[in-house]
């Protein structure tokens, strides 16, 4: 099926406001990029004369410096296995600020309605707030601006992808240093894109007066410990600590909606490993005994596996699962917090 791409246009007053750094800019670039209409300008002239020679010229260059989209892929979701995802361009649109632009695909005969497979939850709409850039040269995870706790992003035209058409819209990002000149960009519903170029875009845009830019260091030399979870890292291997109070219910192996957040950074981190191998283990306190402990971190462990089998994008990873019961605790069961540390759920993997 032949796609028309048009670029996204926010029609809500929230979108309006936070597209309006960037729509006009994505317009332009959509445009001169030849990714919206097949055919030369109204009253132009094919040969090119009768322009700014000089000028079109070098924007020409400029554009044909990277092939787009830079990265194309079609992934299986809800709405069926024809949906595809376009990396379009990720441009630096000032000192501090990336730009990327998506496209969504539906090579269906209907219309895509309230599409939000690409957002987050709590940052955003029907938008691209879902997804991260990583810099794989110093493995730090770049997060999307934000103003006020959403996401500086544009929805999707009328919250939906019509039939045969692919939908752009974009997502601001805080900018890596200037020796950067590749990222991969990680999304909710496809494997990681590898190696999409940084260029410069021809404009700059007004500054957001975006909230403080969040980047990850996912190869800090200490130990991290937040509520959920724990997670240690030696020369060649990765473990999460993931806390059975917040992935579970008391004397319960199903996992709760709090579960999700952990799980989905775990699932973020092994698809960007070299790990072929995961290891989960289930543990417990010392409450109770063996014949209910064992079997109890068990089907946590398994529940853990299902998961992350889901989440995880890469193929070809074998999971090793196991229950220990009370069998390996990490501190005494004397007290209420020692007890609670106890009970767990390990990830482990290469890096």
């Known amino acids: 099926m032949d796609m028309e791409h048009t670029p996204a246009l926010p029609t809500s007053p929230r979108a309006r406001l936070r597209a ?24 132009a002239d094919d040969t090119g004369d ?4 000089a000028n079109s010229t070098e ?6 410096a990277v092939e787009l989209p830079v990265g194309s892929t079609t992934t299986s979701t809800a709405w069926g296995p024809d949906l595809e995802v376009e990396i379009q361009a990720l441009e630096r649109v000032g000192s501090d600020t990336l730009r990327l632009t998506v496209g969504v695909g539906n090579h269906t005969t209907d219309d895509i309605r309230h599409f939000k497979n690409l957002r987050d939850n709590d940052l955003g709409g029907y938008d691209l707030s879902g997804l991260t850039l990583l810099d794989v040269t110093t493995d730090r995870q770049y997060l999307p601006l934000t103003v006020g706790g959403d996401c500086v992003c544009e929805e999707f035209p009328d919250r939906r992808i019509r039939a045969g058409v692919v939908e752009s819209t974009t997502v601001l990002f805080p900018a890596p240093p200037e020796g950067v000149e590749t990222m991969a960009v990680l999304t909710p519903i496809t494997a990681p894109f590898h190696g999409v170029p940084l260029t410069d875009a021809d404009e700059e845009i007004p500054d957001p007066g975006a909230d403080a830019p969040v980047i990850l260091d996912l190869t800090h030399p200490t130990d991290t410990v937040v509520a959920d979870y724990q997670r240690h890292e030696t020369d060649g291997e990765v473990t999460y600590e ?22 989905e950074r775990v699932a973020a981190e092994i698809d960007i490993s070299s790990a072929d191998r995961v290891s989960i283990d289930g543990h ?15 089907e946590r462990a398994e529940a ?12 070809g990873i074998t999971y090793d699962v196991d229950g220990h019961g009370s069998a390996d605790p990490v501190t005494d069961n004397d007290t209420d917090e020692g007890r609670a540390q106890n009970r767990r759920v390990t990830v482990t993997f290469a890096k």
């Open 304 to 315: 853990v596996e299902t998961a992350l089998n889901d989440l995880v994008d890469r193929s």
């Open 284 to 298: 417990t306190d010392d409450t109770g005994d063996d014949s209910v402990n064992v079997p109890l971190s068990r």
């Open 242 to 263: 993931l806390a059975a109070d917040v992935l579970f219910e008391t004397d319960s192996a199903e996992l709760g909606d709090a579960a999700a957040q952990s799980l």
């Open 20 to 43: 309006a750094a960037s729509a006009g800019a994505l317009l332009l670039l959509l445009t001169g990029c030849g990714l919206i209409g097949n055919t030369p300008e109204e009253g």
């Open 59 to 64: 924007g020409t260059a400029a554009q044909e």
């Open 50 to 53: 009768g322009g700014d020679t």
